[in-house]
């Protein structure tokens, strides 16, 4: 029997070691006799060895080299090193025990030692450390592997590809014979199911769990104890998981087996089994920990894949209802656009008739059917502006557009409504009437609508102002700005974030019995916006409000846009 006494205590075999490599020792001992002894039982083994009578020489030889172990006396056993060190000490002596106490991989033999045991116990000490050397080289490829699995779940959010994933990345890390993955019947995840095998080993039959029930049941116990289940751990005397798995006798006689839960919260939401089905292994807990790791991000993957998919099929649900939103009121508008259009055709028949004039009175209601006829149609061109929003056929027509000109035919046009309303219109002279590209129709909507606006909200007695100025910005690109200001009631700084909503009206609006649809201002922001401009409000709750339309002066950026 041999004894290594380690970090965390002992480990034991009946075998005795032989050195299979060339190894070097450094050999520290004051007593000249026992060192020569010593050193010379190792150079007969192979070693090559080098020699130490005090702390100074042992220091400057390490500094040299890196032996394979260090057979020290334990007055010279103080220095804390990773390489492994054979202390030769005293057993009688606890002072010279205290020695093994010490961090490092030690050990320790008797005083005086006899040959064949120092062999021994140093070539076990070096092999030692090679196997530990590996156990974490090895356990950090396993790591890494196993990093690239959680990646590549990570970096999709197909269900299937996360599945596929999971069972080849066990399959390769663990040369498993066979990996199978499944769901429940759960709202959280997609139901699903995988398999890998081994190349030349036919698939298992496609299908699901032949007893669900049973399966939901051992998965929620290892989920709640955190634990997974080893082949050495079934029982074959009541409902075992290899009863309920995919090719049950497979998996009753598998050599080496892990079947671990996939969860979130309280409860499990899926399995995955690995199978070794010749070749018997045992699982360290580390390659258990790590299975769980990888199981859990496979959980969150599919949790995640399943939100985003009811999340897409909402928004395509969304688009849907939105474009036959849209044709409903392309079609509505248009057919309404018809009808309308004689109307206003024979009134402005019977109102220029001279052959039979109406009466004064007759005329009067004539006025008041043609001004609200002439909101029916503005009403339906907002509509038709809003249904054709981000459609092809709403692109612009750019030419050359005198802004100047523009204010001055919207104001022209809008001053008998004012009128009415008793506003004044005051249009400021252009002192440099600056020409830009843009589609002069929706231009003059743009303006129409917010003089149209301003006039709506302004008490009898108010005013509206109208002007424009050019101007260059810091980066050098020259702009030209519009603003339209009034005396009217305002908006709330509350409610003012929300004026560019489709079919938002201001609560003050609502109480007033103002007419409109709140359509003016979205369609007007849309126009701006694909013309590469910017709109903005500012307003005072009963003081007024102004509204700055900005648009780029660069033709070549217009003509981008």
């Known amino acids: ?55 100074g020489t042992l220091s400057r030889l390490l500094d040299d080299d890196i032996p394979s172990v260090l057979v020290v006396d334990s007055s ?11 202390v030769l000490v005293d057993l009688d002596n606890q002072a010279e025990s205290a020695a093994l106490e010490r961090p490092g991989i030690r050990d320790c033999v008797a005083k005086p030692p006899a040959a064949k045991e120092l062999v021994q116990r140093a070539t076990a000490l070096i092999n030692l ?55 429940f019947d759960d709202d959280r995840v997609p139901r699903i199911t995988a398999q890998w095998s081994r190349p030349g080993l036919e698939a298992l039959p496609d299908g699901s769990l032949t007893d669900e029930d049973s399966a939901l049941r051992t998965a929620d116990l290892l989920w709640a104890r955190a634990e997974v289940l080893t082949s050495d751990g079934w029982d ?4 075992a998981p290899g009863s309920w798995l995919p090719g049950s006798l497979e998996a009753k006689h598998a050599s080496a ?36 790791h990888v199981a859990g991000n496979a959980a969150h993957g599919l949790i995640q894949s399943h939100l985003i998919s009811s999340q897409q099929q909402v928004v395509k649900q969304l688009q849907q209802l939105d474009k036959a939103k849209t044709d409903f009121l392309a079609t509505v508008n248009h057919e309404l656009r018809t009808p309308l259009t004689s109307i206003i055709a024979y009134l ?32 339906i061109e907002d509509m038709l502006s809003v249904s054709r929003n981000g459609q092809t056929e709403s692109s612009l027509h750019l030419t050359p557009v005198r802004l100047g000109r523009t204010l001055d035919i919207v104001t022209g046009a809008l001053r008998p409504l004012a009128k009415l309303q008793n506003v004044t219109i005051a249009l400021e002279p252009v002192q440099e ?49 519009v603003s339209v200001a009034d005396t009217g009631i305002g908006i709330s700084s509350d409610e003012l974030a929300h004026v560019f909503t489709r079919f938002y009206r201001a609560s003050n609006a609502m109480a007033g019995a ?38 780029p002066l660069d033709n070549g950026r217009n003509q981008a846009n």
């Open 1 to 55: 029997m041999y004894s290594i006494r380690s970090e965390g205590g002992t480990v034991q075999g009946d075998t005795p070691f032989v050195a299979t490599g060339p190894h070097t020792a450094i050999v520290a001992d004051p007593d000249a006799g026992r060192r020569d002894f010593t050193a010379g039982a190792l150079r007969a083994a192979g070693y090559t060895v080098h020699v130490a009578g005090d702390p």
């Open 76 to 86: 010279l056993s103080m220095l804390e090193t990773d390489i492994p060190v054979l």
């Open 129 to 183: 450390v090679a196997r530990r050397t590996e156990a974490r080289r090895e356990a950090e490829a396993l790591r890494e592997r196993l990093r690239l699995v959680s990646s590549a779940i990570r970096a999709t959010n197909d269900p299937r590809e996360i599945a596929d994933c999971v069972v080849s990345g066990f399959g390769e890390t663990f040369a498993a014979d066979r990996v199978w993955l499944t769901t």
């Open 236 to 239: 074959s005397s009541d409902a």
């Open 257 to 292: 087996s892990v079947l671990v839960p996939m969860g979130e919260g309280d409860s499990s939401l899926g399995l995955i089994w690995i199978a070794l089905l010749d070749k018997p292994r045992s699982w360290s807990r580390a390659e258990l920990g790590l299975i769980q």
């Open 348 to 379: 402005d028949m019977i109102q220029e008739s001279t052959v039979n004039p109406v009466s004064s009175e007759v005329h009067q209601m004539l006025d008041i059917v043609v001004r609200n006829t002439e909101r029916l149609r503005l009403l």
């Open 433 to 481: 009437d600056p020409e830009i590209m843009g589609d002069e129709v929706q231009l003059e909507q743009v303006f129409t609508n917010l003089v149209s606006n301003a006039i709506k909200f302004t008490p009898s007695g108010g005013k509206i102002h109208v002007g424009s100025v050019s101007h260059a910005a810091a980066d050098g690109t020259r702009w030209a700005t």
């Open 514 to 551: 103002v007419p409109g649809t709140g359509l003016g201002l979205a369609i007007t922001q849309d126009i701006v916006s694909r013309h590469g401009g910017r709109i903005d409000v500012a307003s005072e709750l009963g003081a007024g409000t102004t509204v700055t339309v900005s648009l």
